[in-house]
């Protein structure tokens, strides 16, 4: 049982027994985490101070303009998770492929796989805007004793094992299930310690918040456009408002507080959506879920998609579950 203000460490402690894989690796993986999250958002917080925002001059696999931070936050996620000696890979957004870390015994006996985002929405730096850390946590599928492989990061959504984000905000949160709830968690930055601020966080059913980018409206499907316009439709029952930050971390984060829904469809421009399934759309649907929650890319549930690569894209929608089953509707009678 949950106490509120108890720090991330003895909450691991006392729900180690209710992990069922529990042998202490997964609690010293989501510490591992902890510290990383503490390290990067030092350095978000003084962004606007010293010389470290904006591009790095390189782009990443999407084609992006790689963020200074971006390249800070990768490293220090990966530097952190390597030393703590039980993955035994990594995918990150800001990697082109995947990382084998090979067990300080050599031997590969490391039972862990994290895919990551390290700073999600990171062109929202330079203004200032929250930005967010999401993880996705597998047990490996290949043999112990053998190097990990790509199959170990294609698994389906329904095999994580844990998922969370950090939201660099007003505060600094960090969000997680081990399929037993969503707890979060808030940094006191004064003492470095967070305490647990969110117990069994849920998303209500209804909401009247929708978070889509309206400015591809004319590119999205008929079904999006319908629910777009039903969301702007006031017959005095659905006095919804439009809330996107360009944080697919925060977006989640307040509507899974207040209830809501997030979009990115695919449109003319993106055909499969913007967002990866592996290191973004996985681990949100996971929580959003655990949250009671939805997560779907309009037709099929997020969490049963076989992936086929690495950096695959997936339209999103995900947050009140009714919300989110009228979106469906929309999308299931108009394509
Ligand atoms: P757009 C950030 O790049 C991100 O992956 C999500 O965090 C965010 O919701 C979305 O893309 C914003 O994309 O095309 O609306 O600027």
């Given amino acids: 049982m949950s106490k509120r203000n108890q720090t991330l460490g003895e909450f691991i402690i006392e729900n180690q027994t209710s992990f069922k894989y529990s042998s202490g690796e997964l609690s010293k993986l989501i510490n591992s985490i902890r510290l990383a999250a503490k390290v990067v958002n030092h350095e978000v917080n003084k962004a606007g101070l010293v010389d470290i925002i904006g591009a790095a001059g390189d782009t990443n696999i999407q084609g992006e303009d790689q963020q200074k931070l971006d390249v800070y936050a990768n490293e220090k996620f990966i530097q952190t998770l390597t030393k703590r000696n039980i993955v035994c890979g990594i995918a990150s ?35 200032n805007v929250s930005v967010g850390t999401i993880f996705s946590i597998y047990r490996r599928v290949t043999p112990l004793g053998t190097p990990v492989s790509i199959e170990d990061f294609l698994q389906k959504g329904s095999a994580q094992v844990a998922a969370g984000y950090v939201v660099y905000g007003t ?27 969110h117990p069994n966080m849920q998303f209500p059913e209804d909401g009247n918040i929708y978070s889509v980018n309206e400015g591809n409206y004319l590119d999205f ?27 697919l971390v925060s977006d989640f984060h307040r509507n899974m507080i207040k ?55 997936v339209p999103f929608i995900c947050g009140s579950k009714n919300m989110v089953e009228k979106a469906e509707e929309f999308v299931r009678n108009n394509g």
């Fill in 93 to 127: 957004e800001e990697e082109d492929d995947f990382i084998t870390i090979n067990s300080q015994d050599e031997n590969h006996q490391n039972k862990y796989v994290v895919l990551i985002d390290p700073l999600d929405g990171s062109s929202n730096i330079d203004v």
């Fill in 171 to 197: 505060s600094t949160m960090l969000v997680y299930t081990t399929g037993d709830g969503v707890n979060g968690f808030t940094l006191n930055p004064a003492i470095g310690s967070y305490y647990l601020s």
């Fill in 221 to 247: 499907p008929v079904g999006i456009k319908k629910y777009i316009k039903y969301c702007q439709e006031d017959d005095g029952e659905r006095p919804y408002t439009s809330r996107y930050i360009g944080s």
């Fill in 259 to 313: 209830g809501g829904i997030y979009m990115y469809p695919k449109s003319t421009k993106n055909p499969k959506g913007k967002l990866r399934l592996l290191y973004e759309c996985n681990p949100m649907a996971f929580i959003a879920e655990q949250a009671n929650g939805k997560a779907s890319d309009g037709v099929n549930r997020i969490m049963d998609i076989e992936p086929t690569e690495l950096h695959e894209r």
